[in-house]
């Protein structure tokens, strides 16, 4: 049996030091892509987008809340907690954010307004379009 020359054995060497690189890469992009904890999400989200509702698709009193915002010419990030895999633990940690487990949970700037009824009233008494910095006028009732 022939003896692999040096060249050969550099060779080797290479590869095996290319696929440790390779795994060890990928590993790290595994790492930083793994999910936040919920309650991270929750934090981020709110800060990152100037008007936030937690919803539920289906929840009559979430689409009261959105009516709003459509009716002020504002587009709100919804998260939509029921189309996610993650919904339920996503409002465990916005109930212990709150102290509140239902939806909607509308953020304005950052700040907690409150349920559709808190999200209705705001925006009747123009508390609402303060906090947006826009105008008052032309409110019709929803």
Not at 15 to 43: N, Q
Not at 55 to 79: D, I, M, T
Request: hydrophobic share 35%.
């Amino acid at each position: 049996m022939a003896k692999p020359s040096a060249n050969e054995g550099n060779q080797f060497i290479s590869v095996i030091t290319l696929l440790v690189t390779l795994l060890l890469a990928s590993y790290t992009v595994y790492v930083e892509a793994k999910p936040k904890s919920p309650s991270a999400f929750v934090k981020k989200t709110i800060s990152s987008n100037s008007i936030v509702i937690f919803s539920k698709s289906y929840c009559p009193y979430c689409r009261r809340a959105k009516g709003v915002f459509q009716e002020l010419k504002q587009v709100p990030h919804v998260v939509e907690l029921d189309e996610r895999d993650d919904g339920g633990e996503i409002q465990d940690a916005l109930s212990k954010i709150v102290g509140r487990r239902t939806v909607p949970q509308v953020f304005i700037n950052g700040k907690h307004i409150g349920g559709s009824d808190d999200t209705l009233e705001a925006y009747e008494s123009g508390e609402l379009q303060k906090l947006l910095g826009i105008g008052t006028g032309g409110k019709e009732d929803l």
